[in-house]
């Protein structure tokens, strides 16, 4: 027998999956309503920002705040206000009628509520590389217009060849020096228009048929 979570009065039981930025700011809005919220955490409580070292850009800090030490901070807030954590994974849903069905990946609980708020983000395809592990904040990473700005002037590498990579590459070569788009393939799978660009931008060059297989990087410096 499942057991029933979240069964407050009606048109109070607010259900956030997703435990980023996102899902975070909904709890603190939700909680301080009274609506006091039940965030489902996933597999990566924090989100995104969990991998990340130095932040820049959140607005309010004058000093560079550590991803992990802020998404502490703004757990700690909504949980303040009356916002209940569950450390599962979300894995079934069914919102077919009220109230709304939410399955954990235990399926050991089934969560009842009258509004959901999917806040699931979104998360980097990685290479899989031990060294990669190792490297990932200190000169390895998956957002350029999160960390570009710690690349200002010098020689970087964008692996992969679609969109995305392709996308990356261009916004990296306003900051570096140069960029190097390495693709396991012959020709880029971008689409047209972003092929066109990266092939008309004289700081990026190609390493085309090519698998990276490991990363490093100079001793002494941080990138
Ligand atoms: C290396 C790196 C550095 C970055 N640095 C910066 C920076 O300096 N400044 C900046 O503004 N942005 C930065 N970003 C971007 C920032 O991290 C994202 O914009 C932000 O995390 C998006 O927040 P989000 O809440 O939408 O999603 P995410 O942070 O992706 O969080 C998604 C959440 O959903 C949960 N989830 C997923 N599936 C399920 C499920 N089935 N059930 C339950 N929960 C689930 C996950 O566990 C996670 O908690 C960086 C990103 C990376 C990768």
Known sequence: MNKIIVDKEDGKKVLIIGSG???????????????????????QPGGQLMLTSDVENFPG??????????????RRQAERFGTRFVDESI???????????????SSKELFLADSVIIATGASALWLDLESERRLKGRGV???????GFFFK????????????????????????????VIHRR??????????QKAFNNEKISFLWNSIVTETWYQQGRRH
Do not use: H
């Open 21 to 43: 930025v996102a899902g975070l700011t909904a709890a603190i809005y939700a909680a301080r309503g009274g609506l006091e919220p039940t965030v489902i955490s996933g597999n």
């Open 61 to 74: 800090f004058d000093e560079p705040i550590k991803g992990p030490v802020l998404m502490e901070r703004m």
């Open 91 to 105: 894995t079934e849903v069914d919102f077919s009628s009220l109230p709304l069905k939410v399955r954990t990946e």
């Open 141 to 147: 990473s998956s957002c350029a217009t999160c960390d």
């Open 153 to 180: 002037g010098k020689d970087v590498a964008v692996v992969g060849g679609g969109d995305t990579a392709i996308e990356e590459a261009l916004f990296l070569s306003k900051l570096t020096n140069s960029v190097k």
């Open 186 to 195: 012959k020709e880029l799978n971008a689409s047209a228009v972003m092929r």
